[in-house]
């Protein structure tokens, strides 16, 4: 049978040369963000957390604290933003939604069968379904990685397809590719491309159950994708690499990388998200360094 | 329907806040004398020249200016030191005091640096990152070798040649000076020097390096000058050797003095590299290897990548991935910690990249750059491309010596090959693509001293170094310096 002529051929995909995204990344960590640009920075990142509880363990409970949190970052520094997100199981969307209530923070649910994606395609439906209906704002969907590495690239595509349409345009899809299991940056150009071009809102590197979580390699590779995308099509499509990052120095580098390689147009938590849980106190931490010119304990910032 | 615009913004929005590295650990004296039999001697004709800031136009130090009666005293100087110490000397022994020289400069990496950047212009970052560690690693890397040299020249008779007279540029200050003389010491040679005019600084930092390393007098000696004085130590006839870096003027110059004497030269002189890109290659990175293999010490780089050559199926996207990434390349201030091109040598090479940024215009080149704010003090160029351009231009034909990149499109392997092997010049190449035979194919018939494999702009002492045709002859690192200061018989 013939092919459609518009389906796209991911067997043939850019070439990703490891040692020279290498390179380009030592000289994004050379620079030295400081003073008034290290500010905007931090406060910038704190914007763009997606603050994250993805446990076995999760209860009402936690998540109603983590909420709070979300909120009210450090009350003892006023003038903060809050963070962009807040990231649950589809089950504790509807404690999430009611927690936020009108703060404007998004509710964003993992869904497919995260964080194996090894289910039938019916299931991860309905799992979205679930989560929209309990009211997330945002879907974060894992890949089949099985299928992907079978060469199934079109059932991976179609898959994403899939989930987007009950999205719909109202709910924003993040797609995640759990990079550390694709093996080559090759593959995770692939993925990338797979994952933009069914209809992603987001692309974003990990579950952060899998170890390497985001690094800088993927999420460099994955920006470029973005951009050739963009470049194709005009259409703008954020990043979200989530997992290993938990100091504001690297986060500030994440964040130029993202200007860099990208512009300003990415640089708010429409197009830019962190998927992170304990970032957020080492960048208030931080701040409280800039405010005040001392360090202070870990105790004087809250955990939740 | 009508496709809407898509562009991206990179100027302003969020800004790095300036970072400059400081300069309070630096100690430089107002005036340098001579460097001759170990101490501080001052020039016969009392002639002293300033050494000047590149990137604000203020003077440095004054520094001496060697005649011939100078490089006379320093040419017996070295051959005193030569005939009674340093031949002397087991390899073994010479080796400790190499050694030492290198951990001397770790140990003083940071001040190095920091003169080096203001004496020449070059970004903190390259100072800091590549020259000065460079430089350190080529001791090391020398040292090793003072004791093991007949093993690098089996059932041969090694012997060292005596007085080297060494001539270096101003692009690497301190790094060509650690290429020349690291080699020449672990050889058992003794060496007169002269740095480039334009940046002695850090060649006489080194001369103070080599009296807090106790090397005996006269192994190193460092006189300053311009052309003149580099002339005279070529036409010194007690010299046994003449190493020289720098343009292809000047090599054919040193080449016709020496014809007919007993003088053993390595010439390694200019380039008009050719960078080549496949449509196969990894694009985004081969962008990043251009931009380091043409904006790399504001391109005053003897091996710069500075021909591009596209495969004309992905020109367009070449073209608008390098003009983006150009984008977020920093100008400025070279002691900024974020700069990524800092000043221009000299007014001299500053004019010199402005001719010819003219003729490309004049040519009906297209050209592109990015719109970075440059400071209005000092010598600086914005990163420049030249499109549209073919063999026949002369920006594509003559080295340019500055962040000048000429770009041109080519079809087929065979017909890359032969326009990168059309010049004068033989130094260095660089290939992207993704298959490895391909890069086996291409290497093996581009004639050029150095290829590059998906990467550009990649030193290491263990490395040799040197050019076909005008580019030079001699290779300078690796095993195969170490030939260039011994006499081998068989």
Redesign the interface.
Known sequence: MAKKTSIRDFSVTPSVDQVGINDRITRIQKRSIKKESKMEGLKMILNMIDLTTLEGADTKGKVEQLCYKAQHLHDAQPGLPTVAAVCVYPTFVGVAKKALGKSGIKVASVATAFPSGHSSLEIKKMDTQIAIDNGADEVDMVISRGRFHQGDYNYVFDEIAAIKEVCGKKVRLKTILETGELGTLDRVRKASDIALHAGSDFIKTSTGKIKPAATLPFTLTMLEAIKDYYYETGIQVGMKPAGGISNSKLALQYLLMVKETLGNAWLSNEWFRYGASSLANDVLMQIMKQETGNYQSKDYFSID | MA??E?K??????????P?PESTSHIKLKKKYDLFIGGKWVKPSSGKYFDTINPANEEVLAKIAEADAKDVDKAVKAARKAYDTVWSKLSGKERGKYIYRIARIMQEQARELAVIESLDGGKAI?ESR?IDVPLAANHFFYYAGWADKLEFAFPNREVKSLGVAGQITPWNFPLLMVAWKIAPALACGNTVVLKPAETTPLTALKLAEICQQAGLPDGVVNIVTGAGATGAEIVNHNDIDKIAFTGSTGVGKIIQKAVAGTNKKVTLELGGKAANIIFE???????V??VI?GIFFNQGHVCCAGSRLFVQESVYEKVM?KLK?RM??LIVGDPLD??TDIGAINSKEQLNTIKKYIKIGKEEGAEMYQPKCAIPKKGYFCKPTLFYNVAQSNRITQEEIFGPVLAIQTFRTVSEVISKANNTPYGLSAGVWT?KGSKIFNMTSQLRAGIVWA??YNKFDPASPFGGYKESGFGREGGMHGLSAYLNLDS
């Open positions: 496709k809407k898509v991206i913004e990179y100027n302003k929005g969020w800004d790095l806040a970072a970052r990152d196969d290659a990894p694009l985004d990175q081969a990043e290897g380091n608008r983006d984008e977020s910690k974020n993704d998906n990467t």
